[in-house]
């Protein structure tokens, strides 16, 4: 059928045209009033959403605490949900899973172009400095100390082959040194803070949780240097759009990453 008339004045409908127009507003104003619509708005909406974040729990407990204080406090409608992630890989498989919108991972090195794979773009924000951490009643928090004092001593990590702390394990050898051997492993940055802090033991932690804890656990730092900066990145799916909440906590990231972590780029 014919749906349109070319007239003088213009194009107009014809009847055939004007019962689909009818038919089609009431089709779009079910829609508008059905879930559909409401979820397609709500997601393009960027003072509002969900979004799910996949964090180790080494940036979990340091810079994500400022990244989500800020972007909480300047959106407080979006729903953010934190899903732990204890052994990152350079996989991600939550994100290929659609499980999570981003992730925060500490990276061996920089990728290339911004790329870690064919499937997954990655930023990095700024490079997180290790350093070597005594409780304040610790025996060796005023001495002059090395690494080489320190193998035989009790040690509280992650496993040294989880991809933060084999960072670690490389400063040792890079000395000549074997890595320490570990009493106790955990990816519990609580339990490791509350036991260096009461002095037995030693770990090595990144400079953006020691800023956040080194008051409140009575921690020291030791004046090693470990040469051990990895970058803290964050990492998406190439070929997925995001929707605006997401594109601002990126905005929030890089904006914490620019002026308050204490190992910027």
Not at 76 to 96: D, I, Q, S
Not at 153 to 170: C, K, Q, R, Y
């Amino acid at each position: 059928m014919r749906l349109l008339d070319r007239t003088p004045k213009g194009i107009v409908t014809t009847p055939y045209g004007e019962a689909l127009l009818v038919r089609g507003r009431a089709a779009f104003d079910e829609l508008r009033q059905g879930i559909i619509i409401r979820d397609i708005e709500f997601i393009a909406d960027p003072s509002a959403g969900e979004l799910k974040i996949g964090c180790p729990e080494s940036i979990a407990a340091g810079f994500l605490v400022s990244v989500l204080e800020k972007f909480s406090r300047d959106h407080p409608r979006v729903k953010l949900h934190v899903v732990p992630v204890y052994t990152p890989t350079m996989e991600f498989p939550e994100l290929h899973d659609r499980k999570i919108d981003l992730a925060f991972a500490r990276l061996a090195k920089d990728p290339v172009d911004g790329r870690l794979s064919e499937e997954l773009n990655a930023e990095v924000l700024f490079n997180d400095r290790y350093s070597v951490v005594v409780g304040d009643k610790s025996k060796w928090a005023r001495r002059k100390v090395g690494l080489a004092d320190l193998v035989d001593e009790p040690w509280i990590m992650t496993p040294l082959d989880a991809l933060g702390d084999s960072f670690v394990a490389g400063a040792f050898r890079k000395h000549g040194l074997e890595p320490p051997s570990l009493i106790i492993t955990t990816f519990s940055i609580h339990l490791r803070n509350n036991l260096v802090g009461n002095g037995e033991f030693i770990t090595a932690l990144p400079r953006s949780v020691l800023q956040i804890y080194r008051s409140a656990h009575v921690l020291r730092e030791l004046p090693i240097e470990l040469s051990v900066r990895p970058p803290v990145a964050i990492v998406t799916l190439r070929n997925r759009t995001l929707t605006p909440v997401v594109q601002l906590f990126i905005q929030c990231a890089r904006e914490i990453a620019k002026f308050s972590c204490p190992a910027r780029r």
